[in-house]
């Protein structure tokens, strides 16, 4: 038996997988965001260890005689959150969570102070990262980053706290900034720039080592015959992929969940380039990936059914099964800044083309579209640092509506493909990292593919209409810059 629990923006999930990596129960903690000023998106750590216990605790009460016979579990974890602990090893401050654009400064600091960051962390510095949140604290709480011995991101605290070990795994270390990504080591250059160094460090290991044994009491308090070894684990989007087997070179998968992602895994360290995609290692050795990100997908449509008053369910029930044509409103989704292919924190959202005659299921449909807009610039953004592909796997909660997942293929002119197991994401990919530190398996006897169970084909009738749509969104961002950033 293994565990796998992915640490979320909007809660803490767990899963408890067999050995013929079947799912025996899942069970979600919610969380909350704290938004003290625009742009900042904070979480106490406290928060994430109460709901893991009781996500575990909900487990064990299922599960009671399975729960005690685990002997893995592994974490996927939100990426980029600065937790920062002092000498007592106690929180200093709530963690900057990877929605956070209040560092925008310290981005061009950074990368100033430090001129090779982009060939070596593979990264455009942007506020979102790890660095430039602790250069903010350095620069606006100076008495906290006196006092802070130990940066941890979310899921490594998470495990400092029940296993008592500060370790990292390559593909979240990847989000820091800090990780010289193609030799898949810190790097004193860039924790210099930060003025930190190597001891603020988690030890680093790759995702499938073991990497910390839970500790005695809560083994005991789950009725652990063993305790339980911890996976190295991964950052969110790479344990979604593990879950996925998306771990082989050419492999491609795109989701729709709170943020967006266009993910392939790659064979070796390619930088980013101008377009701001991101290239972390994988969180399986000797393997990379490139990732263009959208902060708002399914975000955008949570936002609007806030605004309407309706359910996202009762939104999408107004619209029909497959687009007819594209609606004449536009919908730009920065509603939290946006990453690829802008790189812009400060840029908020908007409709554009509002008349007398418009109506909530054109705005509906707008929202849905301007989401897929925002996809296909980061599909050209990985394009021009060479990585193309014609078919995608498509996972998130975005991709149970036959029409939004319509619109994207034809948006992207790419071949999805829905998956019979699409959701278990991150939490099911570290309970596979967890088996294979656990037994020492293969990667690729464990990470096996779901099963597909349907392809959803581009448009060609609604492709042409599409591009030209996509090019009227494309000339919204110059507009709004002008706007935000007077």
């Given at each position: 038996?293994?565990?796998?629990?992915?640490?979320?923006?909007?809660?803490?999930?767990?899963?408890?997988?067999?050995?013929?990596?079947?799912?025996?129960?899942?069970?979600?903690?919610?969380?909350?965001?704290?938004?003290?000023?625009e742009g900042?998106?904070?979480?106490?750590?406290?928060?994430?260890?109460?709901?893991?216990?009781?996500?575990?605790?909900?487990?064990?009460e299922k599960l009671p005689r399975e729960v005690g016979a685990v002997r893995g579990i592994g974490l996927s974890g939100q990426q980029h959150g600065a937790v920062l602990l002092g000498g007592d090893n106690k929180v200093l401050r709530p963690c900057m969570l990877w929605n956070d654009t209040r560092a925008e400064t310290e981005c061009n600091v950074f990368e100033r102070r430090f001129p090779q960051s982009r060939q070596i962390t593979g990264n455009i510095a942007m506020p979102g990262f790890t660095?430039?949140?602790?250069?903010?604290?350095?620069?606006?709480?100076?008495?906290?980053?006196g006092r802070t011995r130990?940066?941890?991101?979310?899921?490594a605290w998470l495990r400092f706290r029940m296993?008592?070990?500060?370790?990292?795994?390559?593909?979240?270390?990847?989000?820091?900034?800090?990780?010289?990504?193609?030799?898949r080591l810190w790097s004193d250059a860039a924790l210099e720039a930060c003025g930190l160094r190597l001891q603020h460090m988690p030890e680093l290991?790759?995702?499938t080592d073991v990497a910390g044994r839970l500790n005695a009491d809560l083994a005991a308090r789950w009725g652990m015959a063993e305790r339980p070894v911890f996976a190295g684990s991964a950052g969110d989007n790479a344990g979604g992929a593990v879950g996925l087997g998306a771990t082989k070179p050419g492999d491609a998968f795109i989701s729709l969940g709170t943020s967006g992602v266009v993910w392939m895994t790659t064979d070796s360290f390619h930088p980013g380039g101008k377009f701001a995609i991101h290239s972390f290692c994988h969180a399986v050795p000797n393997t990379w990936h490139q990732m263009g990100v959208t902060l708002s997908a399914a975000a955008s449509l949570a936002w609007w059914s806030r605004v309407s008053g309706l359910s996202e369910g009762e939104l999408l029930a107004e619209l029909p099964e497959k687009p007819i044509a594209p609606s004449p409103v536009v919908f730009a989704p920065y509603l939290s800044g946006e990453r690829t292919p802008h790189n812009d924190g400060s840029i908020r959202g908007a409709f554009i083309g509002l008349s007398q005659d418009t109506t909530r299921t054109q705005m509906t449909q707008a929202v849905l579209e301007g989401v897929a807009f925002s996809f296909r610039d980061a599909l050209e953004g990985l394009a021009a640092s060479g990585s193309i592909f014609h078919e995608a796997d498509v996972i998130g909660g975005g991709s149970q509506s036959p029409l939004w997942t319509s619109i994207l293929a034809t948006v992207l002119d790419v071949t999805l493909h829905r998956l019979a197991h699409g959701e278990q994401g991150g939490?099911?990919?570290?309970?596979?990292l967890a088996r294979i530190a656990a037994t020492g398996e293969s990667v690729e006897s464990v990470c096996t593919p779901p099963e597909r169970v349907g392809a959803i084909a581009p448009d060609l009738s609604l492709k042409g209409p599409y591009r030209r749509a996509h090019q009227r969104y494309r000339e919204i961002y110059p507009a709004l810059k002008t706007i935000h950033h007077h």
């Amino acid at each position: 038996m293994f565990i796998g629990m992915d640490v979320g923006t909007s809660g803490i999930k767990a899963v408890l997988v067999d050995e013929a990596q079947k799912v025996l129960a899942s069970h979600t903690e919610k969380l909350t965001v704290s938004r003290p000023h625009e742009g900042w998106s904070e979480q106490d750590p406290e928060d994430w260890w109460v709901a893991a216990c009781k996500a575990i605790d909900a487990l064990h009460e299922k599960l009671p005689r399975e729960v005690g016979a685990v002997r893995g579990i592994g974490l996927s974890g939100q990426q980029h959150g600065a937790v920062l602990l002092g000498g007592d090893n106690k929180v200093l401050r709530p963690c900057m969570l990877w929605n956070d654009t209040r560092a925008e400064t310290e981005c061009n600091v950074f990368e100033r102070r430090f001129p090779q960051s982009r060939q070596i962390t593979g990264n455009i510095a942007m506020p979102g990262f790890t660095a430039p949140k602790v250069m903010w604290v350095a620069r606006h709480e100076p008495d906290i980053f006196g006092r802070t011995r130990h940066v941890l991101l979310p899921k490594a605290w998470l495990r400092f706290r029940m296993t008592g070990e500060m370790i990292e795994d390559m593909s979240d270390a990847s989000g820091t900034l800090w990780l010289d990504t193609g030799r898949r080591l810190w790097s004193d250059a860039a924790l210099e720039a930060c003025g930190l160094r190597l001891q603020h460090m988690p030890e680093l290991c790759e995702g499938t080592d073991v990497a910390g044994r839970l500790n005695a009491d809560l083994a005991a308090r789950w009725g652990m015959a063993e305790r339980p070894v911890f996976a190295g684990s991964a950052g969110d989007n790479a344990g979604g992929a593990v879950g996925l087997g998306a771990t082989k070179p050419g492999d491609a998968f795109i989701s729709l969940g709170t943020s967006g992602v266009v993910w392939m895994t790659t064979d070796s360290f390619h930088p980013g380039g101008k377009f701001a995609i991101h290239s972390f290692c994988h969180a399986v050795p000797n393997t990379w990936h490139q990732m263009g990100v959208t902060l708002s997908a399914a975000a955008s449509l949570a936002w609007w059914s806030r605004v309407s008053g309706l359910s996202e369910g009762e939104l999408l029930a107004e619209l029909p099964e497959k687009p007819i044509a594209p609606s004449p409103v536009v919908f730009a989704p920065y509603l939290s800044g946006e990453r690829t292919p802008h790189n812009d924190g400060s840029i908020r959202g908007a409709f554009i083309g509002l008349s007398q005659d418009t109506t909530r299921t054109q705005m509906t449909q707008a929202v849905l579209e301007g989401v897929a807009f925002s996809f296909r610039d980061a599909l050209e953004g990985l394009a021009a640092s060479g990585s193309i592909f014609h078919e995608a796997d498509v996972i998130g909660g975005g991709s149970q509506s036959p029409l939004w997942t319509s619109i994207l293929a034809t948006v992207l002119d790419v071949t999805l493909h829905r998956l019979a197991h699409g959701e278990q994401g991150g939490a099911f990919g570290a309970a596979r990292l967890a088996r294979i530190a656990a037994t020492g398996e293969s990667v690729e006897s464990v990470c096996t593919p779901p099963e597909r169970v349907g392809a959803i084909a581009p448009d060609l009738s609604l492709k042409g209409p599409y591009r030209r749509a996509h090019q009227r969104y494309r000339e919204i961002y110059p507009a709004l810059k002008t706007i935000h950033h007077h």
